[in-house]
């Protein structure tokens, strides 16, 4: 079986839309896939009409209006709690405990990325304090004390080193699939990302 890695913004709502989607498909065709956080630019808030604007000041307001439709449609569909999906929050604690769960306990890496994001954006979570997370990687059996020791240096090196090559692949967007080298934005195309992993076989799902 092909590899499949999935590229997630804790503080990107369309990223918590796609969480539970991506583990469910994950789970279906029994892949070991490789969970990254990717940090990238958050949503604007629908701008208030104005008199005078132009074309562009327009569409940009639609676009986010329609996304901002979406969200609310896809969460309720979910039942999932999204509060205040335009702030700009700090999470570098929260990628740094994705991280080491990742490379430490990487069979409870679901657990935690459920608790992270459901905690985060119920904002029953504190995404950037380190305490707040360690205690979370304890409860994946995980080792907090060892993680605050990593997160002192090597752990925002690694943190910053992944950033690094995820930017050079030209990963721009969450959430992120990427197979066969092929990147994909949306979680509406995991029908297709299945048909490539399972070999290309019989009419492509378009």
């Not at 119920?122 to 059996?141: F, G, K, N, P, Q």
């Not at 943190?159 to 969450?174: C, I, M, S, W």
Request: one cysteine or more; aromatic letters at 10%.
């Amino acid at each position: 079986m092909k590899t499949l890695r999935v590229l997630l913004d804790l503080r990107h709502p369309l990223a918590y839309l796609a969480l539970e989607p991506a583990l469910a498909f994950v789970e279906s065709l029994a892949l070991d896939a490789d969970w990254l956080p990717l940090g990238v630019p958050p949503l604007n808030r629908p701008s208030i009409p104005e008199q005078g604007d132009d074309r562009g000041i327009r569409h940009r307001r639609f676009r986010a209006e329609a996304i901002a439709r979406e969200i609310d449609t896809y969460a309720a569909a979910q039942g999932l709690m999204l509060r205040e999906p335009y702030r700009r929050s700090n999470v570098e604690a929260g990628n740094l405990g994705w991280i080491w769960v990742r490379d430490q306990q990487s069979a409870r890496l679901d657990t935690y990325l459920r608790a992270l994001f459901r905690g985060y954006w119920s904002r029953e979570l504190d995404a950037s304090r380190l305490e707040s997370i360690a205690a979370l990687v304890d409860s994946v059996d995980a080792k907090g004390a060892a993680f605050l020791d990593w997160c002192v240096d090597e752990g925002p090196r690694a943190a910053a080193a992944l950033a690094t090559e995820l930017r050079d692949e030209g990963v721009f967007q969450v959430p992120a699939f990427v197979v066969e080298d092929e990147i994909f934005y949306g979680r509406q195309h995991l029908p297709m990302i299945r048909w490539i992993l399972e070999g290309r076989s019989g009419p492509i799902p378009i």
